[in-house]
């Protein structure tokens, strides 16, 4: 998996899908706050598994916490986090399988990387890409040339005989 650039000063305006996911389905997107740092790392081990649970542990040392929720009433829906693995780096993120297609991802990401723009950052990346089309259509990111060797080459892996 490669990494991926963003230019965070063309980021696109998700405000009328924003008010569309909250007029229709009240979804709303907010950062984080610590007092919930347990039921968000809960939400993200039962979900999406023990790495990404961990940087999420890591999002929310920080201040204010770095970590996007979209939430309908008291049900995590989905998450965006930046700076956790490392500086100026987007991820992990996820969206609730069955509220995928809804743009909830893309406006959790551009949440984020604004958030990254907010820190001064004109570029951002994004770290190990699956999903690079809708990174490239949602945010035009870009191939890093060369990063197949990311700063998750030498990641430890329960049980990996290597």
Known sequence: MKDMLVRLLALPDLAETEKRL?????????????????????????????????EVEVSFSRQPVSCWLAQRGNEILGFACYESTARNFFGPTGTKESERG??????????????????????AIIGGVGPAEFYEKTVGATTISGSETSIYQHLLRKNDPK
């Open 102 to 123: 809804k743009g909830i991802g893309k406006i959790l990401l551009v949440k984020a990387l604004e958030s990254l723009r907010e820190m001064g950052y004109a570029y």
């Open 22 to 54: 909250f007029d229709r389905e009240k979804i709303i997107f907010r950062r984080a706050i610590a007092p919930e740092k347990h039921l968000v790392s809960e939400w993200v081990l039962e979900n999406f598994g023990a790495y990404w649970h961990s």
